[in-house]
């Protein structure tokens, strides 16, 4: 968890923009994004604070989150959406933070961006964590249903203190 003197400054009108990062954008990704906009929704935040996901890579461009992750999700009332996409150069203007899911992502992500600042904008998921003490958020893709368990975990407890950390930065 990011402690108080790492607050980012929100300095913006427009909504807070969210973008979470995992390798190919099908399972930890769109869950991170399927969860934290439930959230948004549940605390009528949905018009101060938006979200999307991308991967590392475009070999899943266009489809839809695994199905693994989407039945893990809607078994605990989260609906899924989205389709998989690359990471681009311009998500850096348009996004205010971007979360990787683990190192190897964060670094390919710090890789892509186009400068400093650019670069400040990258961050683990993982810090938002307040109940697990993780470094990574694993991919489940070639385990079974209990890694998609633990990630959905994983996912619901980061977005928790990501919400309540920027909820303290809005104006």
Partial sequence: MLSEDQLLPVTTKRPFRVLFVCWGNICR????????????EENSMSDRI?????GTIDAHAGKSPDGRMRDTLERRGIPVNGSARK?????????DMVLTMDDFNRQEVLAVAPDAEARAKVHPFTDFCENHEVDEV???YYGGPSGFEMVADLIEDGCQGLLSHIEKQLP
């Fill in 29 to 40: 990704s769109p869950a991170g994004q399927n969860v934290f906009q439930h959230l948004l």
């Fill in 138 to 140: 694993p991919d489940p």
């Fill in 87 to 95: 990471i681009s150069t311009g998500d850096f203007r348009n996004f």
């Fill in 50 to 54: 938006n979200c999307d996901s991308a």
